[in-house]
């Protein structure tokens, strides 16, 4: 499922336009980025869990020239599953 999509299954589900459905999804992600830059975790209770955790610099290997090379250290989004989603998926 893509955006376009997504808005559409919105829309048909909450009885919002098409616009307002779209709109709402952009300031829904808007607001989960923001927090996350901001190093704040977010529960959606039922659903899951975004975070950002820290990943260490380690070393890897260049796969054309099979040199070794270092991968900075770097922030990561992640996203836990929550009980009542991995019970629908399952």
Do not use: C, H
């Amino acid at each position: 499922m893509n955006k376009t999509e997504l808005v559409g299954s919105i829309a048909a589900k909450s009885g919002l336009s098409k616009a307002d459905a779209k709109k709402a999804l952009d300031a829904t992600v808007e607001a989960i980025a923001d927090a996350l830059k901001a190093g704040d975790k977010i529960s959606l209770v039922g659903f899951g869990t975004f975070s950002v955790t820290a990943r260490p610099e380690r070393q890897g290997i260049n796969p054309a020239t099979k040199a070794p090379i270092t991968i900075a250290a770097k922030k990561v989004a992640k996203f836990k599953a929550g009980a009542d989603l991995d019970n629908a998926i399952n």
